[in-house]
């Protein structure tokens, strides 16, 4: 593997509210705010004409809304017709994937600056069929047959984990209240509710239906009583992201031409990418993704840092367990580290290595596609002292990764960013 | 647009046979078949040790199959986990795309040998659902509502290109009859029988049911009569290329690598991509099409080459009169001459400018996802004289193109080989 041939910049990221926006907006609308709202974090503006081509990151609309071939469709919504508009898929990864190739791409010389899309809406179909369609990134060979769908594989992952490194569900629900109060300082977030607030307004519900005021201590006795039941066991309702329709956009633009967008820009310093074998039975381990160590290896080298050079990070939350696989895998933590860490507040946002101060897929919420493009819109701001509300970190952040995965690991997308 | 910054050569490629292979066979044979058959094509061999990453086209394994992300599923059969192994989609020019973001990948310095893969298993669900699922790669939210598939989208253009230059229902059956012919002569087609023993099998059917003899003339005749029923006025059944189930595999490498695979690299000159609206109605013509004038546009220029200088060529007939157009938006014919040039024979194997000596999409068959990497094969096997049976031009072929399109002309990959 070698490193990329040009230096390639973030000049602008944006993204749309996330939320179920059906049938109000599609994807055609979503991205459409997501290429205005980057549009306006681009300092010094930026037009159809200086975009050279449409990176386009989509799980299934083929399956969520019966429209493949979404290339074309994004592109010509924002003036960017008839030039170059595939779309990437890698289930979950899948503008993680678009956002990688597009830097290969402007490293290859053909082009300078591309504009990346991530889209995704959900919630065009029922539950059932959402959850139906997800199981599409897994195995559907075996697992699919068996009647595994995704709460189902992560609760395997997570039971291997508890057995493994006594690993407790209290862990697990610390990493989703973390999340929540990130998510609550974020006008873009799906839900912007602290768990707190959620257990008191669901408490108030209950009274002011005339029933028996629970006596929930605190957080974790709400998420560990019959208020938040079980998905799969040992996941709960409040261990899974959400369904969620949403937009993010990025501009990526090669050294030379990036002080014409801005005199800031954030340099896109390494990338990685790993697969593996889409069914757990073909894994070595359950406990750890060979692809996120693979993805994480390539990044690292490519950008010359080391897991502790990483000051924050955006990592991929889908399920409670997954945020504790990827501390781990990542290598900011030992294996079996990672939950006494999350216990120990270091991942909060005033924490030694705040993550998901987005909120991540548990409050940000999850449009599939939509994720590794939006991860990267959450690094832009941090790194430009530009989040909003309160949850801006405090340190100067000359360092930065995401993490992005598809499937129950099947594929991983990991970039590095740098001032 | 600038150009690759380094020189990538195919030195392998291969594919399984074209078909309709379920349930005997679903991605991952025909992928192996692919991939074993492209090894076999390596002249000096190659192994997963030697290949970077796995770049997979396919257009809806999600619709056809339910099975999305295909890019780790392919990889980790042919020993490629954990290796980078994404997907692309531009519906039917998804290996088109895979193939172009390969020769990027390879140029950007990051990556050095890549396997590129087309899959497509379309047979897994009934007609109407293929017909439903392509659908996908139009516009659905105002084509698809009113009822316009892609026989009807390609017949509008049809009757468009019949109103603008004349052309008649017997241009497009010589290019059918022209294609088929080709395909005869490919042991990997789906149908390797020319029309007129097509006619003469139907005939002698129906004599044996002891109905009346037909009086066919000729292969006009017979294509011209209710033997050859409309599909969408003015195209008949045998307009349209075929549902099929096929993979094919594409070994890249950078120059300073290539010779350790082969002895007679086959040089990748010029890439281009386009793109359009995805709806007709939001086109300035319908007789001809943009993304494959602004594909063709780019891929000439990076290789400093013109129509003239091309002396074969595969191009996306999924439609007859997809190849009557392709003929003339890349510059081959003058607009509205292509169909006198296919009547003067210019486009059989030994004339003036062969298109399509694999059998094109008409009678090699049409696994969408595919059918852009089956191209390069035989652009492959007819530069090195490989080509079998009796379908080798005679001329020695230095320069040469494919054309890939997705859905109605949304998308188009056009790549220039040189030896």
Redesign the interface.
Known sequence: ?????RKIALVGAGMSKFGQHFPTKRN?DLWIDAWINAVENVDNGIEPKDV???YVGN??A??F?????????M??LVG????????????CASSG?AL??A??????????VIAVCGVETMSEVPTTMVTD?LS??????YE?PAGATFPGLYAAIASAHFHEYGTTPEDLMRVGIKNHENGKENPYAQMQQTIKEIMESKKARLISQGQEAPEWKDEIDFLSSSANPYIASPLRLFDCSLITDGAACLFLAAEDVAKKFTDTPIWITG?G??????SLH?RNSLTSF??T??ASRQAYQ?SGLSPNDIQIAEVHDCFTIAEILAMEDLGFYEKGKAAEAVKNGESKRDGALPINTSGGLKSKGHPVGATGAAQAVEIFKQMRGKAERNRQVKINVERALTHNL??SG??CVVTIYQK
């Open positions: 593997m070698g490193n990329l041939s055609p050279d081509a449409c799980f299934t083929d399956l809304n019966h429209q493949g071939h979404l290339g074309p469709n592109a010509n960017l017709t008839p030039k170059p508009a595939p779309r990437f898929e890698g289930a994937i990688r190739e830097l290969l791409a402007i490293a290859s010389g053909v082009h300078d369609a599409a990134a897994a195995d559907t060979t699919y990338t990418q790993g697969s593996a074998a889409l073909d060979i692809a160590r693979e490519m598809g499937g099947g594929t």
